[in-house]
């Protein structure tokens, strides 16, 4: 694309009450708007990346199995009522004006039960899982941190079914893997750890995903001998027992949860009259698991871990650009020609590049390229003209290589795609 | 996709208290659920045709330049009393218990034209278009029209900033083309008229794209001499004159409306304080235009016109998959084998395919499959085992075909996308 018709501009200053540097950065590089305190708008960069975290979770539910479907945001109160949900402080309630009283969705394991209960009568309809990637509302008092915490943020949450609880265990490993995969592949596997969690009254133990940072809102205790975390909210004897690891294996950390799975067992099947006959044709509860992710809170951890003081670094899978072309020239120069045919054959190759073509300053754009952050930047200018060499610039570790333009074509900036 | 993974089956009848044709058939073939009034989610199938709708969609909105964002739904109240639309019935609001009283957005006028301020300032800003496709809310009383009219659907809405009239002009006029290349590749092209409307103060005609279709809720006045149509509601003799048209050449008809374009003016950026600077420097309110597409409405839309007795029957190009094999076969046998072959052949060849592979009556297979409404149906049963020939019946139109299975991997069933 090029930068003269993105419609929006990187901006010196954040908004005055905006705290969390994920939100500043993306306010700066018009990545966000913010449109209240946790409520925010996705500009064309920012969807961008949002929609690459998407695919790349959609990739790996589908690899498991996973159908998708998409689930209403309205909730009707009578399903909440039959599991004791319906009276909690999270949910956004429509005003009585309104015409009745609904909810808006802030999780769905009701709605997907009652849905499964519609369509599940034999252990043959069994298991199976379904998910979808959908806005969440939840009514937080404590919005401040960005797009981390919002009042309003999408959610890529599954739900499981099964007839037996070694078929939900054997489920549940496949979703851990395919969440790792999903952190490797976003560029946080390795900062980011299993952990052991509160679990309900079906599973003593949940299991969070913990991605370590500074500015996360939860402690944990890594063992990175054994790769696994442990909550400090569940921290006791007991768990180092069961876990095979004493308080010396453990190191305190920051972080933030990026991802969650729970064995849910029979708890909302009970209460929602979702059973199945076995083959001797007695009724059981079916058992469930969900499985939760949250990709715009994946957008700010990113963001906490790998920006620098000059702005945004993103990870080549999920950048809303891989190349970004910085021309020094002016329309219609000898600089600008081999820009726009750079740029077109970059197109042409498949390449997804933003093209900086705007009659700004040298030292404006590498600013706001640096901001802008994405993983390659090629600089065109007089050097290119007298020598036919461009600079690529790695925005992360600011190594500077030049190329020759056809080692250049030749690059496989779309590798980690 | 094999169907004995699919969780969702078909069913003999539809909810009690679904009045609309569509709503019957998607929740009896499994594409829908009914959560309340208006209120509907999308099951694996309705959710594939939903996003082969909106991918059309979103590629006729790129091809002129549309920039994809995303909005919060939560909206600003003090933003909707600068432009005195805080107070419609149309709302859903939250509840003043939830902590202030927010609002569900149902279109998104307001939003955008606050985030414009923030980023133009020159002409030099000007034009450009930007879209989304969000889930929008509606407190709507006569919800009884299946997913025609909900009060949660989805929508494109896109909106456009221009220094002048004239250049607003041009604009609009190529949204109506795309709009019209939208329809025909959804396959309703022929049955849709660019229909003039009730304008504001800005315009004297907005522009309806409305479907002809006998259960529609509009009723139209369609030139097929000239390809457009005048809704009755604006029909007078002024209105003739200004087309050219006298009522003889009018034909009644009952339509749906299934996108609306209109010219905003500067109605919302006098509010909300839009204003460029011209290059003498003086300052001029953006002139606006905005334009919807109800992607969940032309599904609705498009099982009124094209469904019949047996099920539904859907256009290729936004049928949930294109083929569907039918094994007559029991797991294990010849038939089988030649049904799994031929199901690999195809998913390697990239053609989207449904593959009855469940152990049911034939009978039974066929109607599912009729009321499913894939456009190609494969047999495979005794006959294909005998003389090596596949039964290739067209949906639509009930025509069968025989084909060897060489000529059936040629065939071309992913034309149209």
Redesign the interface.
């Known amino acids: 694309m090029r930068q003269s018709?993105?419609?929006?501009?990187t901006r010196r200053e954040a908004p005055a009450d905006e705290v969390a540097k994920n939100a500043k950065l993306l306010v700066r590089a018009?990545y966000i708007?913010k449109?209240?305190a946790g409520?925010?708008?996705?500009?064309?960069l920012?969807?961008r990346t949002?929609n690459k975290i998407v695919e790349i979770i959609r990739e790996e539910m589908n690899a498991i199995?996973g159908?998708?479907?998409?689930?209403?945001?309205?909730?009707?109160p009578e399903l909440w009522k039959k599991t004791d949900r319906w009276e909690q402080d999270v949910?956004?309630?429509?005003?009585?004006?309104?015409?009745g009283?609904?909810g808006?969705g802030w999780t769905q394991e009701e709605?997907i039960t009652h849905?499964?209960s519609?369509?599940?009568s034999s252990y043959r309809?069994l298991p199976?899982s379904?998910y979808q990637v959908q806005?969440k509302?939840r009514?937080e008092?404590r919005a401040k941190s960005g797009i981390m915490r919002g009042?309003?943020f999408l959610m890529k949450d599954m739900y499981s079914?099964h007839a037996d609880e070694q078929d939900l265990d054997a489920f549940y490993e496949r979703v851990t893997n395919a969440y790792r995969k999903i952190f490797q592949r976003i560029g946080i596997g390795e900062k980011t750890f299993v952990t052991f969690a509160s679990g309900g009254a079906f599973s003593k133990y949940s299991h969070e995903f913990q991605t370590i940072c500074k500015t996360g809102e939860d402690v944990i205790y890594v063992s990175r001998k054994k790769g696994i975390a442990i909550n400090k909210e569940v921290l006791t004897d007991e768990v180092l027992a069961d876990l095979g690891l004493s308080r010396g294996d453990l190191e305190e950390a920051s972080a933030v949860e990026v991802g969650n799975i729970f064995k849910l067992g029979t708890r909302f099947s009970e209460s929602l009259g979702l059973s199945y006959l076995d083959k001797k044709g007695n009724a059981h509860p079916v058992i469930m698991g969900c499985y939760g992710i949250g990709p715009s809170r994946i957008i700010g951890t990113v963001i906490e871990v790998f920006s620098d003081e000059k702005g945004l670094v993103w990870p080549e899978s999920i950048a809303p650009f891989t190349v970004h072309i910085v021309s020094l020239g002016k329309a219609g120069d000898g600089i600008s020609k081999i820009a726009d045919t750079l740029y077109s054959d970059f197109i042409k190759a498949g390449v997804e590049v933003l093209y900086d073509d705007r009659d700004v300053r040298a030292g404006e754009k590498f600013a706001e390229s640096d901001l802008l952050g994405i993983p390659k930047q090629i600089v065109i200018g007089k050097e290119t003209t007298a020598t036919g060499t461009f600079e690529v610039v790695d925005r992360a570790t600011g190594s500077v290589v030049k190329k020759l333009r056809d080692n250049l074509l030749k690059s496989d900036f779309n590798s980690t795609t």
Chains 1, 2 share one sequence.
């Open positions: 018709k993105l419609f929006t501009k018009g708007h449109e209240m409520v925010y708008s996705y500009l064309p920012g969807l949002l199995g159908q998708e479907l998409l689930l209403s945001s309205l909730q009707n949910w956004f309630k429509t005003s009585l004006n309104s015409g009283e609904l808006f709605a849905i499964a519609q369509y599940v309809d199976f379904a806005t509302f009514n008092e009042r309003e079914f």
